[in-house]
């Protein structure tokens, strides 16, 4: 596998971070041997989604064994990783993959949805959903940022800066949860981009998303009462989740 690093596919990757994954591949190459089976890149900055334009750019290993000495070698090149605009990657097995649909159906939906294939085989496109597990995420989400929300707006002291901040982070996680309920909805496969997944859920929902909408598209100046709209559109998702019913198998974007 010394080689290993001429097998990656990285047409796909926007050239700002190539340089990035160019020394994952390096590195993968001179430590995971045998045990690595595939590398995926996945997130919304994979589609220019400005939403995402100042996060690190997310990956996952898929291994044949979990190694801690491996991930201990790979730390060793973190920092210079995470200077090139990479985040730790998700480590699985195809094990765990399996597993997991049940336990965090939003996250593994969210790769699902958003991710490109750099090496070996793609463990996530098979992956299924029940919608009893999606709509208890989305629910156990939802009532989540509420919580959250409400503490970043006691955390902000006042300071309106601060509260833009908490509405983008939320708005963030939520794009998640949209994925989730737009496939309780019956949309198999949802829009890449957040500013049209909000449109998309805003039809489904029958939930305005004004301002989330306006957060996602770059509002810069949001204030407590664009805060307050946001929290109520959130508290409003919450309430549909809890009125979705549950029906038939939720499957992988080909079915």
């Known amino acids: 596998m010394t080689m290993l690093h001429e097998s990656f596919r990285l047409n796909a990757i926007p050239i700002d971070f190539r340089d990035g994954f160019e020394l994952l591949a390096h590195v993968l190459s001179e430590i995971a041997a045998d045990n690595l089976l595939s590398v995926s890149a996945f997130g919304a900055w994979l589609v220019d989604d400005p939403l995402y334009a100042r996060e690190p750019a997310g990956s996952v290993l898929v291994l044949r064994s979990l190694d801690l000495s491996l991930l201990d070698r790979l730390a060793r090149h973190g920092a210079r990783l995470g200077q090139l605009k990479l985040q730790a990657p998700l480590i699985m097995t195809p094990e765990y993959v399996h597993a997991s649909c049940d336990t965090f159906p939003l996250e ?86 957040s500013a049209a997944l909000v449109t998309a859920a805003r039809k489904s929902s029958g939930v305005r998303l004004d301002e989330l909408h306006e957060v996602v598209t770059g509002a810069e100046h949001i204030g407590f009462e664009g805060f307050e709209r946001f929290y109520r559109e959130i508290e409003s998702l919450a309430a549909c989740a809890d009125r979705l019913p549950t029906g038939t198998r939720s499957g992988s974007e080909e079915s």
């Open 108 to 193: 593994l939906l969210e790769i699902q949805q958003l991710h490109e294939p750099l090496l070996g085989e793609d463990h996530f496109a098979a992956c299924r959903f029940e919608p009893r597990d999606l709509r208890l995420q989305c629910e156990r989400e939802l009532k989540r940022e509420l919580i959250q929300l409400r503490q970043g707006l006691l955390a902000a002291a006042g300071k309106r800066r601060a509260l833009d901040e908490v509405c983008r982070a939320s708005a963030r996680r939520t794009m998640r949860i949209l994925r989730g309920l737009l496939r309780l909805g019956g949309q198999a496969k949802a829009p890449e981009r």
